[in-house]
């Protein structure tokens, strides 16, 4: 197959996810929301292989659901501490290549290789973020960051527009 046409395929699966995404947004409560999120997300790379959704409690992140095959030890994450922390501390999304060459990353699995932890942005302030976790060195690539920014903003105004928080919730 040739690169253009992988290329193609990617972009109309992510529209896809992006769809599903709005439909569960719009229909569902917000646990069962978060809870599809993080499994429809998964179910769309091969290579993500945990993923999870934190919200913003006071000054830390807290797991509000999740898919992959365990839960992590990391279910509170100060904001500032580690890779989640820093990406909601700074705002901004990061993409870790390579997990054992960074001195903030926290261990959660042994076979995480790669990590990209994106904030859901609100008016004012970071409500959480969605993190990802690869078995793969270098997994993520400027479609992933794409793709979960246009993901986190749309959760964003889903919370918002909640008025509050979803409670915690695990899934597999």
């Known amino acids: ?57 006071e000054q830390s992140l807290v797991l509000a659901s999740y898919a992959g095959e365990a839960e992590t030890e990391h279910v509170t994450i100060p904001i500032g501490q580690g890779i989640c922390g820093l990406a909601a501390e700074q705002e901004r999304t990061i993409i870790v290549p390579d997990v054992n060459k960074d001195p903030s990353y926290l261990m959660c699995f ?5 990590e990209i932890v994106v904030p859901i942005k609100g008016a004012s302030r970071v409500l959480g973020e969605i993190d990802i976790d690869s078995n793969r060195l270098s997994a993520f690539t400027l479609r992933d960051r794409e793709m979960l920014e246009e993901t986190a903003s749309m959760l964003a105004t889903y919370i918002q527009n909640q008025g509050s928080t979803p409670q915690s919730q695990e899934s597999r």
């Open 110 to 114: 042994p076979s995480t290789r790669s």
């Open 1 to 57: 197959m040739s690169q253009f046409r992988a290329s193609v395929q990617q972009d109309r699966s992510q529209s896809r996810v992006i769809s599903q995404l709005q439909v569960a947004l719009s229909n569902e409560s917000p646990d069962e929301a978060l809870k599809t999120v993080v499994r429809l997300l998964r179910e769309s790379s091969e290579y993500y292989d945990w993923v999870g959704i934190y919200l913003v409690k």
